[in-house]
């Protein structure tokens, strides 16, 4: 999967990526609300093979995809089928220092969108740790809703956290 916007090339990781994505994810701002902790250099490695492996999307593989500007990866997006049919669940993370500029935004936009128009997906949605307002706005600008909102449903980082579900259907994607 190669998609180019405006600024941004969205493709699969490649081995030279490994410093760029080992900056997002050693960054503890970044992981506050993610279900791992942040890597570290005895984990690098390990962590980062597993996302040049996820190469395509089937409904047994995921796929995990760089964010690049100007040859430097500045996000990670993944997307995975759910057990519901044509469902598939959508992942992001990008560096703290892209922040603000509509990067996100961009790319998020345009994963949903290939998702709708080349998989021929029924629905996407993003789960989410409630406390993480700039991913909130993040699903409202592309044009998801808000679905569902659970209490302390989730053990994570040795706390119950709330989450909260957005989610869109193929025929909203005109919306966006």
């Avoid at 984990?43 to 760089?66: D, G």
């Avoid at 909102?149 to 994607?173: C, R």
Wanted: proline share 1%.
């Amino acid at each position: 999967m190669l998609v180019n916007t405006e600024r941004l090339v969205i493709r699969p990781f490649q081995g030279e990526n490994i410093q760029d994505v080992f900056a997002i994810y050693s960054d503890k701002e970044v992981c506050q609300y993610l279900l791992h902790e942040e890597w570290h250099v005895g984990n690098m490695e390990e962590k980062f093979n597993k996302k040049l492996v996820n190469r395509s999307l089937t409904p047994n593989t995921m796929i995990s995809l760089a964010v690049v500007l100007d040859e430097q990866v500045i996000g990670d997006l993944s997307a995975w089928y759910t057990d519901m049919k044509d469902t598939v669940e959508i992942g992001y993370s990008f560096s703290s220092a892209s922040g603000g500029k509509g990067y996100a935004t961009e790319a998020v936009g345009s994963l949903v969108a290939h998702l709708f128009n080349d998989y021929h997906v029924h629905r996407i949605q993003a789960t989410l740790d409630a406390r993480n307002t700039a991913s909130q706005k993040l699903c409202e600008r592309i044009g998801m809703r808000k679905e569902a909102h659970f209490i302390q449903d989730y053990w994570n980082k040795n706390e119950w956290t709330d989450s909260i579900v957005y989610g869109m259907l193929d025929h909203e994607l005109n919306k966006i």
